[in-house]
């Protein structure tokens, strides 16, 4: 069974940083790309960064670009989301999502979320 | 950035009708869209990959049609478990979310 475990979420000032985990379990860590996506309070879904299965290519939407850095240890089926510069905006669920990659990109599978409140 | 236009933002429907969300794309995609559900306090789930081809265990009364910028997903004979939000996503590039569509008992 596919298992993804979030941590490290909570209540940081604007400014500062916070560093997200993902575990992963259920299947082999290193043949997938893996994501992190975001939920603001009552409001929709919003892709934040995705990695390739050697952590050689990052992609992020420019909502993040330049703060947000996704990484991951294969040896360890983790993924990480180190969030710098941290923003009101950036208050959210963030989910560990598996990307499944066939035509596109679609997460096929996500952890139960982890709170991330930006607030003085 | 491709922008992706989901409709309606509300839905009511009784317990075995038919109901379809609506889903467009601000330019071509090429047939690359998902469709996501998400029950309240829970994490979303994916039910359509491809614009057509049905994710693992999910159920055969949904179904997902549409090509070029147009997508829809079709709900069968509504169950109750199927009361939920509906999402859209572009698998292109920018992996660009639709603004859901919340889908209620009547």
Excluded at chain 1, 27 to 35: E, K, L, V
Excluded at chain 2, 67 to 86: C, M, R, V, W
């Amino acid at each position: 069974e596919v298992q993804l475990v979030e941590s490290g979420g909570g209540l940081v000032q604007p400014g500062r940083s916070l560093k997200l985990s993902c575990a992963a379990s259920g299947f082999t860590f290193s043949n997938y790309y893996m994501a992190w996506v975001r939920q603001a309070p009552k409001k929709g879904l919003e892709w934040v960064a995705t990695i390739s299965t050697s952590g050689s290519r990052t992609y992020y939407p420019d909502s993040v670009k330049g703060r947000f850095t996704i990484s991951r240890d294969n040896a360890k089926s983790s993924l990480y989301l180190q969030m710098n510069s941290l923003k009101s905006e950036d208050t959210a669920t963030y989910y560990c999502a598996r990307t499944a990659t066939t035509k596109g990109y679609y997460f096929d599978y996500w952890g139960q979320g982890v709170m991330v409140t930006v607030s003085s | 950035d491709i922008q992706m236009t989901q409709s309606p933002a509300s839905l009511s429907a009784s317990l075995g009708e038919t109901v379809t969300i609506e889903c467009l794309a601000s330019e071509d995609i090429y047939d690359i869209l998902a469709w996501y559900q998400q029950k309240p306090g829970k994490s979303p789930q994916l039910l359509i990959y491809d614009a057509s081809s049905l994710h693992t265990g999910v159920p055969s009364r949904f179904s997902g049609s549409g090509s070029g910028t147009q997508y829809s997903l079709k709900i069968n004979s509504l169950q109750p478990e199927d009361f939920a939000s509906y999402y859209c996503q572009n698998g292109l590039s920018a992996l660009t979310f639709g603004s859901g569509t919340k889908l209620e008992i009547k």
